[in-house]
């Protein structure tokens, strides 16, 4: 089974550093306010994911999940969590490093989505 979501080397490093300071984490990518669909990081249960959340995975031992209208927009997409510079306007931790979390995606092959269950 393909993973929905995977991380750079650099994602995974700012995880590993916000892990130190604020204990495990969640990741939610929603449509909505703030930066729309930039992924945000929250400290483990700070976020209240709803009924119609997906989990796509875990990426550094951080569940990564996205709200269910946006997941029916992007399941035929492998998601990757990279980090790229400047200030976003969410609520997500990473923000005051002058960093935030980017989502890069690629359609997934028919021979990948033939082994998903979508």
Not at 71 to 85: A, G, N
Request: charged letters at 25%; aromatic letters at 10%; hydrophobic letters at 35%.
């Amino acid at each position: 089974m393909p993973d929905r979501i995977l991380a750079t080397e650099a994602a995974i490093e700012l995880i590993e550093k916000l892990k130190l300071q604020y204990g495990n984490l969640m990741f939610h990518q929603s449509g909505g306010c703030c930066d729309g669909s930039q992924p945000m990081c929250f400290a483990e249960g700070e976020f209240k994911t709803g009924q119609t959340d997906v989990c796509l995975g875990e990426v550094a031992g951080c569940k990564f999940y996205m709200a269910g209208d946006q997941f029916e927009y992007w399941k035929h997409t492998q998601l990757t969590l990279d980090v790229i510079p400047g200030r976003g306007s969410s609520f997500s931790l990473e923000i005051p490093l002058g960093v935030r979390f980017h989502i890069r995606s690629r359609i997934f092959s028919d021979e990948e989505l033939a082994r998903l269950d979508i």
